[in-house]
């Protein structure tokens, strides 16, 4: 860890101007499992930052954990950081499918951990389910999405799972040991999940997350409002705000030996990439494409490619923004690819 944490700080003194403003106002401590870091690294992480930048006071500060490594000494060494905003990745309460998944925590651990949280002063806590799992029922994910709402979590994030090439999950879709979920499966849980979170007083906000009023994560509305963002570390990507994303390579071992800039690769965005980048990013969320930020062309092509999709009541336009109807939620994907360019 001292090795990749000097490494990380290399990195911050040499990008640190790669987006104009060297105020934090988000921060988010992820990708992998940051909740195996012992909290003196992390304290040494969060000096380095401090070092480098500058965070303002109400800054939004994220650190991912598993359930079952929040303990209680860990919490006590937290809270001598910066941190203020815990996410767990629960992906369900269901110990047979959490097996089946290869986690290491069952359901009590998730719940234990969410106390464990709030008895050390961590009230921001988010939570990720996972629906569409082989072999979970309807009722399955009702007990799910209860049991997540039941602890007082102000935030929660839900995604139909992915079969993502070179998995174990893929390997065993294509040797036919596992199936997909049923669409129609997939709908009716998704339907739930809308009507579950609106009753507890969630905000549906994008189509994936759910938010407490005043709790959504503004580290992720960045991603979905274009907002110029820097990430550091192997497999880390950045964004200039303009048209250049920035990806590390994810080798570890090379990002570490790196003299100068670590090994990355740069994409550059054309003008349709952008629009196809903007219309995808905005219409996921619940404020939608604000039509006023096109060029007048892109404008005439957006609402040309929405007019279907407006008389089967899938879009609507409110204030000048284009937006996703509760019905048009559930075909999203097919409705931003027409959009798109």
Same mark, same amino acid.
């Given at each position: 860890? =001292? ?42 992480? $969060? ?19 598993? /359930?079952?490594?929040?303990? /209680? ?19 369900? =309460? ?27 002063? $961590? ?10 799992? /082989? ?66 007083? $969630? ?15 503004r580290h992720n509305s960045s991603y979905w409002q274009g907002t ?34 670590? /090994? ?65 939620? =559930? ?11």
């Amino acid at each position: 860890m =001292f090795l990749y944490a000097q490494a990380l700080e290399r990195e911050m003194c040499l990008r640190r101007h790669y987006i104009e403003c060297s105020r934090v106002h988000t921060l988010y401590i992820g990708g992998g499992t940051p909740s195996l870091l012992p909290t003196d690294a992390l304290k040494e992480l $969060f000096a380095a930052i401090e070092r480098n930048f500058t965070l303002v006071p109400d800054a939004e500060i994220t650190i991912e954990a598993n /359930p079952d490594d929040v303990t /209680p000494e860990w919490l006590k060494g937290l809270a001598g950081t910066p941190v203020n905003r815990i996410s767990m990745g629960a992906q369900t =309460f269901n110990d047979s499918l959490l097996k089946f998944l290869g986690r290491r925590h069952n359901a009590q651990q998730i719940a234990d951990a969410v106390k464990a949280c709030k008895e050390a002063g $961590f009230n921001n806590i988010s939570l990720d389910l996972i629906y569409g799992l /082989p072999g979970q029922t309807l009722n399955n994910w009702h007990v799910d999405v209860e049991s997540a709402l039941k602890l007082g979590i102000t935030h929660l994030s839900a995604y139909a799972l992915s079969y993502e090439e070179g998995t174990r999950l893929d390997t065993m879709l294509r040797k036919g040991l596992v199936q997909e979920a049923d669409e129609e499966l997939s709908r009716r849980m998704y339907d739930y999940l809308m009507s579950a979170t609106e009753k507890a007083g $969630f905000l549906h906000y994008e189509i994936s997350n759910f938010a407490l009023p005043g709790f959504h994560s503004r580290h992720n509305s960045s991603y979905w409002q274009g907002t110029p963002y820097l990430g550091l570390g192997a497999g880390a990507h950045s964004y200039d705000g303009l048209h250049s994303r920035r990806a590390n390579l994810p080798d570890v071992n090379a990002y570490i030996a790196a003299i100068g800039d670590v /090994p990355h690769e740069i994409e550059e965005l054309g003008s349709d990439e952008l629009y196809d980048e903007f219309i995808m990013t905005r219409l996921r969320t619940s404020d939608g494409i604000p039509l006023n930020e096109l060029t007048q062309k892109d404008r005439q092509y957006c609402l040309s490619m929405a007019a279907q999709h407006i008389g089967h009541h899938l879009l609507n336009i409110k204030n000048e923004h284009l937006c996703l109807t509760k019905k048009g939620i =559930f075909t999203s994907n097919d409705i931003i690819c027409d959009l798109m360019k």
